[in-house]
Structures are given as structure tokens and as C-alpha cells.
Nanobody
Framework: VQLQASGGGLVQAGGSLRLSCAASGRTFSRSAVGWFRQAPGKEREFVAA????????SYVDSVLGRFTISRDNAKNLVYLQMNSLRPEDTAVYFCAADSWSAVLGRRPYYWGQGTQVTVSS
């Protein structure tokens, strides 16, 4: 599985962005996908995950009610809709794929390159 994240940018606090993760590989539709982020000087953090069928999702508490993860297996795409953005959401965002347990365990095997999200106050 090869992954490529896009959609980052600069936005004011309270604004919205939608990140996309484009995937290639025959096993993508059977893989869970997660979004992770890393802010300067901080460890990489789990943000959200979606099961291969899209029927299960998981979020870190800090983004509950603000971020929504979804996927379109026909297009090999996973999205992260981010609303009500805060300055503390500023980070490089990565998408990753593997089994559901591996993604929730913060140890997925396949990673894409990151996309920068900057939220100004």
C-alpha cells in the first residue's frame, strides 16, 4: 500500500480543512486507515482511524465532535474533515494503513508523507 496525504494549509482558528489520503495497492480496501499528527517538539499522536469497511471509527478525545474520518474505497480515498480548528491542532498530519488492531495500536506498517496544517489564532 502506498499512501499520499494532501489538503493541508494555513487556516484561522475556527476554520475548516479537509485532508485527503490517496492510496494505491490491492489491499487498501481491506486495510484500516488512521490519521496521525506531529507538532514541533512533540511525539507523533493518534488522531482518528476508520475500519476497512468504514463501519467503525475511533478518535482521540481532543478532536471528538470536530473531526470526522470517512473513506471511499471505490476511489481509494480516506478523508479527515476538520472543523472548528484550534491553534493546538497545528501539526504535520500523516495517514497510515494496516490492520485495525495495528492502527489503533499506533503501529501501522504503511505510512504516507505528511501534510502541514497550521492554525493561526
Amino acid at each position: 500500500v502506498q499512501l499520499q496525504a494532501s489538503g493541508g494549509g494555513l487556516v484561522q482558528a475556527g476554520g475548516s480543512l479537509r485532508l485527503s489520503c490517496a492510496a494505491s495497492g490491492r489491499t487498501f480496501s481491506r486495510s484500516a486507515v488512521g490519521w496521525f499528527r506531529q507538532a514541533p517538539g512533540k511525539e507523533r499522536e493518534f488522531v482518528a482511524a476508520i475500519s476497512w469497511g468504514g463501519d467503525s471509527t475511533s478518535y482521540v478525545d481532543s478532536v471528538l465532535g470536530r473531526f470526522t474520518i470517512s473513506r471511499d474505497n471505490a476511489k481509494n480515498l480516506v478523508y479527515l474533515q476538520m472543523n472548528s480548528l484550534r491553534p493546538e491542532d497545528t501539526a504535520v498530519y500523516f495517514c497510515a494503513a494496516d490492520s485495525w488492531s495495528a492502527v489503533l495500536g499506533r503501529r501501522p506498517y504503511y505510512w504516507g508523507q505528511g501534510t502541514q496544517v497550521t492554525v493561526s489564532s
